[in-house]
């Protein structure tokens, strides 16, 4: 898609057209296409409507009904923000005093349409003609928002007092236009120095203008994060999805904290939370694994805050870094998942299976977190007929614990 068929899309007839469609259905895309051109509209805008229809309804799943009348592209929506994270951003900038903010690299603008929704005035830049096109059909809804085909790199922002209630938001691209995978999707940046605008010019802006956020990838180095800031990885529904670093009066709590969020609202767990916990030795030997398996969030995990989950149930980490706790408390934690333990033992496959076939169990779920052990490979050592002849499925984890690699026999809680 390019910038004429997106105008195209965005005319009288393209935009009737599209909401004409029905929900979409793959199995019936050649013949609705078939019928669309028999009623005498264009093939190329017959084809660029139903690409909408398809990734719209791939859309949903981060837009809710508005996904309905979004435009939308591929790498566009990949890396857009879910809207309930876009509204988190944009309630920082309102409550830290932003009036104007400016969405560097605002990509199809779904963090701009949050900062609208709540009356800020945005300023959206995008270097893709195409891309820019998308966010300014996605952003008509609002008069004080505008979108500027630039490069963030080239946009003149406030200085001095003229940065007073002014902050940036930058979602830096992190992937190659045009070399793309197997599936199609241009191929992820994995380094800071690689993603555009660069993480050196995303701290430039940061010194500029103080109330500035940087989405970054999950995968965000603790070592990177800069004095004073705040970075926080977020999950929906246990996927880490971003860390976002903040700046100035955007900062609520400095340091590392993750966010731990669902339809139902968020928990945000901190650096202090963790302090106590984290000065708690992890096990020293097997028999220290208590009748209950925590396993924190993801975002937890990857903020590297499990001494919060530590302190939380009175427990102990069963090795540093794993990020499953064990106590002999049964405690509710709305960012944890708990299970019962039922048994624990050294990784020693003759001894796991002779347990297993003892207990009258034929087949496994397995969860492996710090061991390099094949899933798959693990089934057939065990040689079970995983037919569910009269017997059960057991729960594995596989994990490390007081330096060794073991088996957690666990049952939901």
């Known amino acids: 898609m390019d910038a004429a068929t997106v105008e195209r899309l965005c005319s009288a007839e393209g935009w009737a057209l599209l909401q004409a469609l029905p929900p979409y259905d793959e199995a019936a895309t050649l013949a609705l296409q078939q019928r669309l051109r028999d009623a005498g509209f264009a093939p190329d805008l017959v084809a660029a409507a139903l690409t909408q229809s398809r990734l719209r309804a791939r859309a949903a799943a981060k837009f809710g009904p508005f996904a309905a009348g ?120 994995s380094s800071l120095e690689g993603i555009s605008p660069s993480w050196g010019d995303v701290q ?6 103080p109330a500035t956020g940087a989405k970054l990838s999950p995968a965000f180095a603790h070592g990177s994060v800069p004095p004073g800031t705040e970075a926080q990885w977020s999950s929906w529904d246990g996927e880490v999805l971003e860390c976002v670093v903040w700046w100035g009066p955007l900062v609520r709590s400095p340091g590392r904290t993750a966010a731990v969020c669902r339809d139902g609202g968020a928990v945000v767990v901190t650096e202090r939370d963790a302090a106590p916990g984290a000065a708690q030795p992890a096990l020293t030997s097997l028999s220290g694994i208590g009748g209950w398996l925590y396993e924190a969030d993801r975002a937890v995990l990857r903020a590297g805050l499990t001494g919060a989950l530590v302190a939380r149930v009175g427990g102990r980490e069963l090795d540093p870094g794993v990020g499953y706790v064990t106590s002999d408390h049964a405690l509710e934690v709305t960012w944890a998942r708990r299970y019962r333990v039922v048994e624990a033992m ?17 087949r496994v779920t397995v969860k492996k977190r710090g061991v390099t052990l094949d899933s798959d490979l693990l089934r057939r050592q065990l040689k079970l007929t995983g037919r569910g002849k ?8 596989l994990t490390r614990a007081a330096g060794r690699q073991v088996a957690v026999v666990v049952s939901p809680a």
Do not use: F
Request: with cysteine.
């Open 390 to 397: 009269g017997g059960s499925e057991a729960t594995l984890v």
């Open 204 to 209: 430039r802006y940061a010194a500029q203008v």
């Open 346 to 362: 050294p990784l020693v496959t003759k001894q796991l299976a002779r347990w297993l076939r003892e207990h009258g169990h034929d």
């Open 70 to 189: 979004m435009l939308l592209t591929a790498d566009g929506l990949e890396q857009a923000t879910r809207l309930p994270l876009a509204a988190r951003h944009a309630a920082r900038y309102a409550a830290a005093g932003v009036r104007t903010a400016y969405d560097l690299g605002c990509g199809i603008g779904s963090d701009a349409m949050a900062l609208a929704g709540l009356d800020l005035t945005v300023r959206a830049v995008d270097a893709d003609p195409t891309t820019a096109a998308v966010a300014r059909a996605n952003l008509r809804h609002w008069p004080s928002a505008t979108v500027t085909c630039a490069r963030a790199e080239d946009v003149r922002l406030p200085l001095g007092e003229g940065a007073r209630q002014v902050g940036v938001w930058l979602d830096p691209a992190r992937r190659v236009p045009g070399v793309a995978d197997l599936r199609g999707r241009s191929r992820r940046v």
